[in-house]
């Protein structure tokens, strides 16, 4: 095991050149199909938090990311993780996945979010080590009528954000 | 974006020559690859071109022109629906040969019924039943008997369930199936169907009389036509319409009797779905005789065929309407078998049966449980719909009782006390919305409900608050209260502690549904029993509080009389309702404190996340129900603080399932004549016996033996889990 992660080289976004690689690894997986223009979206906008596995020279795994404000919350998003058939069950997809949830923490994300395939077992076992929580579970998220569950990492706040729940308004006397 | 507006292209280009796709009224074709070839020569790697509205939002929602799974308008074989009709896709009639004709109708027939089917899990109408021809025109098969009643029928009943669905409005997966724009669901004279389906039922049977008559007889008849021409099929084919014509009608009048408002078509209605079912057994049986008749060798498994048949039906096109079904280009959809589609219609008709059957004099507390129950068997969208319609008609319960009253009869308010000034109070209207929502709410999906439910927390805490500082506010501003205020005061402080003790049965509820749903991991179980026995803990409160205030007005009214030692004794007595929550509250004390201890004692280990704690995913979980202070205080060093103590050697002296098997033996006569209550005792005695089993073992043996795991299954009760011990 570990010999062959020695071997494995992850890399930051870098450019064009890497945008082909990342979608052929991606669209194979996916049954519903991104436009370009989506990965585009992605990559341009935050290239910091998309990363590649390297295999020699061949790419064998992919994380695609996003971050902003949402519902005043200043949150992360995984979009895509990609890692070929044969190199799964090494650990790649979680290095991938922790250099993007890292930058999203120093970039002063609050929280991190996906959604998964009720069935996808490894996801759901990879996210849960992390520490994401299964928030929501979607109903028929998927097109191909499977349910999702909406995934949750909450990164720890500085105690003097916590609100003190004794004195909040709605509290019973 | 980096690299985006490319340089004003100036290039010399022949015009755009004209395509031979016809002009519309504001529209002219024109081919432009040379114009988009040139562009692409003069742009850089990673340049895109964009006018000044082309945003970050049009770009994710952009498709690849040509991409057949992005592009709806790639024509697959007709541009239209009356090309295909041009092109001899739905004839009419089907075929000259009248015994190929009316197999092919009764395989229309199971293909619509199958469409019907797929439609209703939850694609749809434009791609399932209205990919069908003859639907699609309604006045072509007007000259066919058989098919145009039969169209008419499933273009009525279509209509009948999309209003249902429509009516309940919960803004979940109903927003997919009620998309009906541009579809003909509206026919001149549907509402004529039954009649016209009655005509043709009769005309089949009169066929299938004649076939087994004696031939003499048949001769009599000169105007008698059969069904078709060859004599030793008749009866076969007449027997496989009939049941389809008979099933058809059955079911739309149980949707139309179902319909009939304040519950008052129910007990036809069942009667309706009786029939419903018994023709669909007939439907079924008629597979063997409609699949010898079928010539030739069937491609593929018969399992995946959507007709009795198995022969691919006449007249469907689910492309046809591509542009009509759904925002996004669809994808291609697969049609439920045929036997599957049987399958779900039976499902349905039985879920629908339940509905029917339920009480219409149900006081709330029942209500909510019985829409609990109904909840188990998983029943489909439009079963649920009916359901809501039934219990939620006009803002009020069964269409009938006004809110106020379900809520004071609720609320154990005395009953000379009901009718009150208090009810056109805002707080008390705003109540009445909440009651009316939480019965919708509870009739959707489980993972929409459970969302909902904790949403709402917060508006059931705001109006306990807001009630309790109108009517302290006015009953503090006198020292004399006249009668009618101490009235008042008394109806508002019943109402309280029921909100109280609701606003807990919905944060159980949200807590519960997480185990089904599986929202949690086993890591997380510790936390949720103990939050859950938190909240039980609550409910038992308010619901005690609520039964020692029924007893005080009781008392004031000197209605109650304390001579016999009998009453005294029922006064002293528990109630079961009581003993059957301290139950469940012995074993989630029970579970929260096993899961800490064999936390505590290294048996369950959990590796640390890089990212965060226990806290944060303590925070995530049950954020709702802090930001609603339900329960108050109920913090994450709290739960810590009470588990952190907890040892093996504690449990086996404080067995709490132990208590959980007393309190089942002391309580089981109560609740003898209620089957779903015993049932769930006996399932609460399953888990308090195995868990207690399991403990003993752990604690004598876990010191000796390092290979025993422990792991934690639902095999016994759907939210309480068994402790599973085994040699690793």
């Known amino acids: 095991m570990e010999s062959s992660e020695e071997l494995i080289e992850y890399v930051s976004y870098d450019g064009e050149d890497h945008l082909p690689l990342i979608m052929g690894l991606v669209d194979k997986e996916l049954s519903e199909p991104y436009s370009i223009f989506t990965y585009r979206y992605f990559v341009y906008l935050w290239p910091q938090l998309c990363f590649l596995a390297f295999h020699g020279g061949k790419c064998v795994g992919t994380v695609v990311c996003k971050m902003g404000e949402h519902r005043n919350t200043y949150r992360g998003y995984i979009a895509m993780l990609v890692v070929i058939d044969s190199y799964r069950g090494r650990g790649i997809a979680t290095q991938l996945v922790t250099r993007s949830i890292q930058v999203m923490m120093e970039s002063g994300c609050e929280e991190v979010t996906l959604e998964a395939e009720v069935t996808n077992k490894g996801a759901l076992a990879l996210y849960g080590r992390l520490g994401f929580i299964r928030a929501k579970r979607l109903f028929r998220y998927y097109l191909n009528g499977v349910d999702a569950f909406r995934l949750k990492l909450l990164f720890p706040r500085p105690h003097s954000g916590l609100i003190d729940f004794n004195t909040h308004p709605l509290s019973m006397s | ?728």
């Open chain 2, 1 to 728: 974006m980096a690299g985006t507006i490319a340089e004003e292209a100036t290039v010399d280009l022949p015009l755009p020559e004209r395509t031979p796709i016809p002009s519309g009224d504001h529209s002219v074709w024109a081919d432009v690859s040379p114009l988009l070839d040139a562009a692409c020569q003069d742009l850089q790697d990673g340049m895109l071109i964009h006018g000044d509205n082309f945003n970050l939002f049009a770009a994710m929602s952009a498709l690849e022109i040509m991409d057949p799974k992005m592009d709806s308008g790639i024509v697959c074989k007709y541009y239209s629906v009356d090309e295909a009709i041009e092109d001899g896709a739905a004839p009419v009639p089907i075929s000259s040969d009248r015994t190929v004709d009316v197999q092919c109708t009764i395989d229309i027939m199971d293909h619509l019924l199958a469409c019907e089917a797929t439609w209703h899990k939850g694609h749809s109408l434009a791609q399932t039943v209205f990919s069908c021809i003859y639907l699609l025109r309604p006045d072509r098969t007007s000259s066919h008997a058989l098919l145009h009643s039969y169209c008419r029928v499933v273009r009525a009943t279509c209509k009948t369930v999309v209003s249902v669905v429509s009516d309940a409005r919960t803004h979940e997966e109903e927003d997919l199936f009620t998309m009906s724009y541009g579809l003909a669901l509206h026919g001149d004279g549907d509402d004529k169907c039954l009649s016209m389906l009655n005509a043709v039922e009769e005309t089949v049977n009169r066929q299938l009389r004649a076939c087994k008559a004696p031939s003499l007889k048949r001769r009599v008849l000169e105007d008698f036509v059969p069904l078709q021409n060859n004599l030793e099929l008749e009866e076969g084919y007449c027997k496989a319409l009939l049941c389809r014509l008979r099933f058809r009608k059955h079911f739309y009048h149980v949707l139309t009797c179902m319909k009939r408002p304040q519950g008052r078509g129910l007990e036809l209605a069942r009667k309706h779905i009786a029939s419903c079912i018994s023709e669909l057994e007939c439907i079924l049986n008629s597979s063997e005789f409609l699949r010898s008749r079928t010539v030739g060798t069937h491609e593929g498994s018969i399992e995946d065929k959507t007709t009795a048949s198995g022969c691919q039906p006449i007249g469907f096109d689910a492309s046809l309407n591509c542009r009509l079904s759904a925002p996004t280009p669809p994808r291609s959809i697969k049609i439920l078998s045929w036997k599957k589609a049987i399958e779900y219609f039976m499902k349905l008709l039985h879920d629908l049966d339940v509905i029917c059957s339920c009480p219409l004099d149900l006081s709330l507390e029942s209500v909510l449980h019985f829409v609990a129950e109904f909840q188990k068997s998983l029943p489909d969208l439009v079963a649920r719909a009916h359901l809501q319609r039934l219990l939620v008609e006009d803002g009020k319960l069964y269409g009938r009782d006004p809110v106020f009253g379900v809520i004071t009869r609720a609320a154990a308010v005395p009953d000379a006390t009901r009718i009150h000034d208090v009810q056109k109070h805002e707080s008390i209207v705003h109540l009445g919305q909440l009651v009316i929502n939480l019965l919708k709410i509870l009739c959707t999906n489980s993972a929409w409900q459970r969302r909902k439910l904790g949403k709402i927390l917060q508006d059931w805490r705001v109006v306990y608050i807001q009630l309790e500082m109108a009517f302290r506010k006015e009953s503090g501003e006198n020292t004399n209260f006249s009668n009618d205020e101490n009235v008042c005061r008394n109806v508002v402080q019943h109402i309280l502690v029921w909100v109280e003790e609701q606003t807990y049965w919905i944060a159980s509820r949200f807590l519960i549904l997480g185990f089904e749903l599986e929202l949690y991991s086993h890591s997380e179980f510790c936390m949720v029993y103990w939050y859950i026995y938190v909240v039980l803990i609550k409910i038992l409160e308010k619901k005690s509080l609520k039964m020692a205030v029924s007893n005080d007005s009781g008392k004031r009214r000197g209605k109650k009389k304390r001579d016999s030692v009998k009453d005294v004794a029922r006064d002293i007595r528990i109630p079961p309702a009581i003993l059957f929550l301290q139950c469940q509250i012995c074993l989630a004390e029970g579970l929260t404190t096993m899961l800490a201890a064999l936390r505590n004692e290294h048996m369950m280990v959990q590796s640390p996340s890089p990212f965060n704690t226990e806290h944060e995913r303590f925070i995530q979980h049950f954020e709702l129900l802090q930001k609603a202070c339900i329960p108050d205080q109920s913090s994450y060093p709290l739960f810590k603080d009470s588990t952190i103590q907890t040892r093996l050697s504690n449990l086996v002296r404080y067995d709490h399932f132990k208590d959980a098997q007393k309190i089942v033996k002391e309580v089981k006569s109560s609740f003898s004549n209620n089957p779903e209550k015993s049932a769930e005792l006996r399932r609460l005695e399953q888990v308090a016996e195995h868990n207690s089993i399991a403990l003993n073992i752990i604690s004598r043996a876990a010191a000796l033996d390092p290979s025993l795991k422990v792991s934690f299954e639902f095999n016994h009760h759907p939210y309480f889990a068994t402790a599973v011990v085994k040699r690793s």
